[in-house]
């Protein structure tokens, strides 16, 4: 079966300093990975998405940047955090294999910037 | 890009059927209408997908207009562990965009 794992769940750094969240997905062959943030009651936004071994995506303009070393990893980056970077952020994978199929969410990390 | 819209809430009471309306009205051919849901604290969850035709399983049903420009999302009976905000999202066929874009879904509150 496949699993997706996301850590670290909870994580408080300072501003300026840099970030790195690691998600792996278990099980599957070349899948399709995304980044996403949510704000405190908002809804999801995509950040980054990725079809294949460095290839990426980006959807806004920001001091993220995202990497996919691997087929199965996909790393999420910042080298100098901003308060404003604060949220919840999400892992998802969905196969690309038949025409569309149901995506996979990871269980998330709340990163705080203080 | 097709988008998606939805009532930012909703509430229902315990054991009755909860009917929640997506519109997307900019639908294209190949854009599969998929729903999520996302209890607190957690990442979303699929719950069911659908093209042209009406679909069930064992978390919901998913009504879909004839001319795909809305549809609903059936929960035949609403627990309290339904309470969640529930995302309708258009994602079109991977060879054409594999992209995967959320709106600010309905937030479906569930009385005792």
């Known amino acids: 079966s496949q699993t997706i794992h996301q850590w670290p769940a909870t994580l408080v750094q300072p501003v300026g300093s840099p970030l790195s969240l690691e998600c792996t997905v278990e099980?599957?062959?070349?899948?399709?990975l995304y980044w996403y943030r949510q704000a405190a009651g908002r809804g999801l936004q995509l950040l980054f998405y990725?079809?294949?071994?460095?290839?990426i995506s980006s959807e806004v303009p920001q001091n993220l940047s995202a990497s996919r070393p691997q087929d199965r990893q996909f790393i999420l980056s910042s080298k100098k955090l901003l308060l404003s970077d604060s949220g919840f952020y999400l892992c998802?994978?969905?196969?690309?294999?038949?025409?569309?199929?149901?995506?996979?969410f990871g269980q998330g990390t709340r990163l705080t910037v203080v | 890009d097709a988008k998606t819209t939805q009532p930012n809430s909703m509430e229902s009471n315990e054991e009755e059927p909860v009917h929640l309306p997506c519109n997307h009205s900019?639908?294209?051919?190949?854009?599969?209408i998929h729903w999520y849901r996302q209890l607190p604290s957690q990442g979303p969850e699929y719950v069911i997908h659908g093209l042209t035709s009406n679909v069930n399983n064992r978390m919901a049903s998913l009504a879909i207009a004839e001319d795909r420009k809305s549809s609903t999302l059936i929960l035949h009976r609403a627990t309290l562990r339904d309470a969640a905000v529930y995302y309708c999202?258009?994602?079109?066929?991977?060879?054409?965009?594999?992209?995967?874009?959320f709106g600010a879904g309905t937030r479906l509150t569930v009385k005792p």
């Open positions: 900019t639908i294209s051919g190949t854009d599969y």
């Open positions: 099980g599957t062959s070349n899948p399709n």
């Open positions: 998802a994978w969905s196969t690309r294999v038949g025409l569309n199929t149901e995506a996979f």
């Open positions: 999202i258009l994602r079109d066929v991977p060879y054409n965009n594999n992209d995967m874009r």
């Open positions: 990725s079809v294949g071994i460095g290839q």
